[in-house]
């Protein structure tokens, strides 16, 4: 049993109430607690050797353990409100660091006018544990999901991806401008921000939309990094390959009715001019995930990395 | 530099915004987020060989985790509403255990219409560690801080202290019901849930509140377990220091007028006819804490646990 089929399995015992309009499985769970706008709740946790290492600048891990959250408030086209901060460090650990993971956090904070409202530090005796709780905000109209993908979109990313290991995993912007700018202009049917790869990120708006889609490779924007990795290590993956499954992009995964596409594109270009958008394929009727290219279609078997299992 | 000194001197740098009715420094954050009821924010972590054992079972390791988180929206009044769970596992976890946590967590969640919506599993190889995110409301009016506590007040405190650690730190009862019946009832003044020890955590109440107290030993109620511990092992505390400074009581500690006394404690023996309320002593315009005894008065100097240093 990996993570993603234990999270299955809990997921339908877990207790709910009448102030809940989105539980487990989206970007953020969604409460109307009589407000006009709904809530958007969320947490995230980094560690030690897994998202950040023993040399990384405690600056940037603070920042990235914020950025993380603010991403999937970005998803859901939310505005971000409050934030705790739980850190949980060996026993040895100087407090001045712990003043430079706030340093970082309270940057990025500040930037999107989040307020840091508490949390605690702990003892993790072995490594650093960052865990951040945040709430925003959202119109009731405006609050996109994952399920409301429909046969015949065109699907979207913003960005360059792969490669997000070299160097971007600490230093990206979160899409929350850019989310909100969709949302308000045009009907975004889906959305999730690429956490865990692009393949394994669209499957998980495909299997809560029901549907399936169909992707272009020459299409799918392929970074630098990634590029430079292929290159550079015979044994490391072809830069398609790291685009289509490599974690920690966090850019926008979107779709929306064809007829907007191209409306879409043009007004993006002029709104943020520096930042890639590319439309990479279309949703279908048909489930599952198939990636086109030049020698043809072909079912898309490989995930982005799962949890307690190595794919 | 202990914890305490760290937060003293992160806290002011925090970023805030208009939305921040108090911010870190109380049991949970409270914000207005434009419903008619103040939102409170809470986190909370526990840890494997600090908070429980690799021998605790899981239900109950589950069952701790949010119950801390309960009582710390007791103590300013409040209803829960939704948590997020994080659960930090080493990669050889066996996955029935994880679904054993959340078992016990739901449980609880349950009785007190507390939605469980969402949260994640991650990795913290050497050992478990689980943090918790709740979103609690208040009525506007309702809300109790650590920082209304007036000279002359009443202090009291439910239940019995010290030697939690025996038996009760696993399955104490967070006081939801006692606390929002308390402030429907009387004008409660400040309150605070007991989790570092009673000493530690009315100094939290007396800064906050810029006053002083005076305690009476004899009235302090001391637990069976801190008598039989004291009993047992020569090299214990003594069952007063024992209730004075154990930590995870999980108690609520309350001031009200001295004129509220009499009638509350009426009020709460027909209310509460099981649970022990007790008067311990009073708040004063002089600054400290004091403890009266059948010596006479002294300044109380001993803390309760204070992370990162030995007291």
Redesign the interface.
């Known amino acids: 049993?990996n993570?993603v089929?234990?999270?299955a399995?809990?997921v339908p015992?877990?207790?709910?109430?009448g102030?809940?309009v989105?539980?487990?499985?989206d970007d953020?769970?969604v409460?109307d607690?009589?407000?006009?706008?709904y809530?958007l709740?969320?947490?995230?946790?980094i560690?030690e050797?897994?998202h950040f290492t023993a040399e990384t600048p405690p600056e940037k891990i603070g920042r990235k353990a914020l950025a993380r959250c603010l991403s999937d408030i970005a998803a859901m086209a939310g505005k971000p409100?409050?934030a705790?901060v739980?850190i949980?460090v060996p026993?040895e650990f100087e407090?001045a660091r712990?003043?430079a993971i706030?340093a970082g956090l309270?940057a990025l904070?500040?930037e999107h006018?989040?307020?840091?409202?508490?949390?605690?530090?702990?003892?993790?005796?072995?490594?650093v544990?960052i865990?951040i709780?945040l709430?925003g905000?959202v119109e009731k109209d405006k609050c996109v999901r994952r399920s409301g993908a429909k046969a015949g979109d065109a699907i979207f990313v913003t960005g360059k991806l792969g490669g997000s290991i070299h160097a971007r995993h600490l230093d990206f912007e979160p899409r929350l401008e850019e989310a909100r700018w969709l949302r308000a202009q045009y009907n975004i049917h889906a959305m999730i921000d690429l956490s865990d790869g692009l393949a394994s990120d669209l499957r998980h708006i495909l299997a809560a939309s029901d549907v399936g889609a169909e992707l272009m490779a020459s299409a799918i924007p392929i970074s630098r990094e990634a590029k430079v990795a292929a290159r550079a290590e015979s044994s490391t993956k072809p830069p398609l390959l790291a685009a289509l499954t490599d974690g920690e992009d966090f850019e926008l995964l979107f779709t929306v009715s064809g007829r907007d596409a191209v409306p879409l594109l043009d007004g993006w270009k002029k709104k943020f001019p520096k930042l890639p958008l590319a439309c990479i394929g279309k949703i279908t009727a048909e489930p599952g995930l198939r990636l086109r290219d030049k020698n043809g279609m072909k079912s898309l078997t490989v995930h982005g990395y799962t949890?307690?299992e190595k794919s």
């Open positions: 049993m993570e089929e234990l999270i399995r809990l015992s877990l207790p709910s109430n102030s809940v989105v539980a487990a499985g953020c769970a409460l607690l009589g407000a006009p706008d809530i709740f969320k947490t995230d946790a560690v050797g897994i409100n409050s705790l739980t949980a026993l407090p712990i003043g706030y309270n904070a500040s006018s989040v307020a840091i409202v508490g949390g605690e530090t702990t003892t993790n005796p072995e490594r544990l865990s709780a709430i905000t949890h307690f």
